[in-house]
């Protein structure tokens, strides 16, 4: 593995997992994320698996 310069970054990700239980409470965690951080950007919402990705989830993209 190799590590990249702190500088060298330019985004970053992160998935908010939820299930059929906790999707309300994801909704409502979201909803308060779009608006405390309004330049990120939100995903789709999968309510399966995708890819790697073991439960359901959604993304958040940001810069540093």
């Known amino acids: 593995m190799s590590f990249r310069s702190v500088d060298e970054i330019s985004d970053y990700h992160a998935h ?8 309300a409470d994801a909704e409502a965690l979201r909803t308060a994320m779009e608006k405390e951080f309004a330049q990120a950007e939100f995903g789709r919402w999968h309510d399966r698996p995708v890819g790697p990705h073991p439960d359901w989830s959604f993304q958040i993209a940001f810069k540093p």
Do not use: D, G, I
């Open 16 to 23: 908010v997992y939820y299930n059929a239980q906790n999707k």
